[in-house]
């Protein structure tokens, strides 16, 4: 792997975008709902089904897991992919259930190892998800890859493209300052470097990262 020094550039991330305080969410469960949500889809369709989830009195634990799964998904309707992820959500709910009587206090009292090993066997907890579950709703120490994180980091050099998920969060977090609160807002700035900059279609020279490119990095095998 190259030598980067990401403490400079998350410091030239959040001089630029300030603190983002991400991720929105009034409770953990709220958060652990959204991280669901957002697969596949915008923020802004997130935040319009959790509103919808709200309206209904419903956004509880008890609430999510006695809602007929048709009615929550109709409810869940501007995420997409609705029925889909209204299985999910039922699959969550079953497993805090089964696992922790329903207490996501005593889940996240869980050791992060052996709690994101026990997401990821949750139907539709793919690794992003029990990685934003853990960071975002539960405060573990565990760096989030996405789209974004990827586009960032691949385009500038720093990875190679076929770089697989873990190895991608490995090379953050052996960079990266232990802290959760610094893995939290890191992510964060990337994700927003990744919606005005790093687009599908890249705006490179206008970019503050533009200097942060490894040139003999960029197609390399």
């Known amino acids: 792997m190259p030598s980067v020094d990401l403490h400079e550039i998350y410091h030239a991330l959040l001089n630029h975008f300030r603190h983002r305080n991400w991720w929105p969410g009034d409770t953990p469960l709220?958060?652990?709902?959204?991280?669901?949500?957002?697969?596949?889809t915008a923020w802004k369709n997130v935040e319009?089904?959790?509103?919808?989830?709200?309206?209904?009195?419903v956004l509880s634990i008890k609430g999510l897991r006695t809602i007929p799964r048709e009615h929550l998904a109709e409810l869940i309707r501007p995420s997409g992919y609705y029925n889909q992820k209204a299985l999910k959500i039922k699959a969550f709910l079953a497993f805090l259930q089964r696992e922790?009587?329903?207490?996501?206090?005593?889940?996240?009292?869980?050791d992060t190892r052996v709690l994101r090993e026990k997401l990821l066997q949750v139907k539709g907890i793919g690794p992003e998800t029990a990685d934003s579950i853990l960071l975002y709703a539960g405060g573990h120490l565990t760096f989030v890859v996405d789209l974004y994180t990827y586009r960032v980091a691949t385009r500038h050099g720093w990875v190679p493209e076929d770089i697989d998920?873990?190895?991608?969060?490995?090379?953050?977090q052996d960079r990266i300052r232990p802290d959760v609160?610094?893995?939290?807002d890191f992510h964060a700035q990337l994700v927003a470097v990744g919606n005005q900059y790093c687009r599908k279609t890249p705006c490179c020279e206008e970019c503050l990262l533009y200097r942060f490119i490894l040139?003999?990095?960029?197609g390399w095998p």
């Open 181 to 184: 609160e610094l893995y939290n």
């Open 100 to 110: 922790y009587r329903g207490n996501l206090t005593r889940m996240f009292r869980e």
């Open 215 to 218: 040139t003999e990095n960029i």
């Open 30 to 40: 709220e958060v652990i709902v959204g991280a669901i949500l957002t697969q596949n």
């Open 48 to 57: 319009k089904a959790i509103g919808r989830l709200k309206e209904a009195g």
């Open 165 to 172: 998920y873990e190895s991608l969060r490995e090379f953050f």
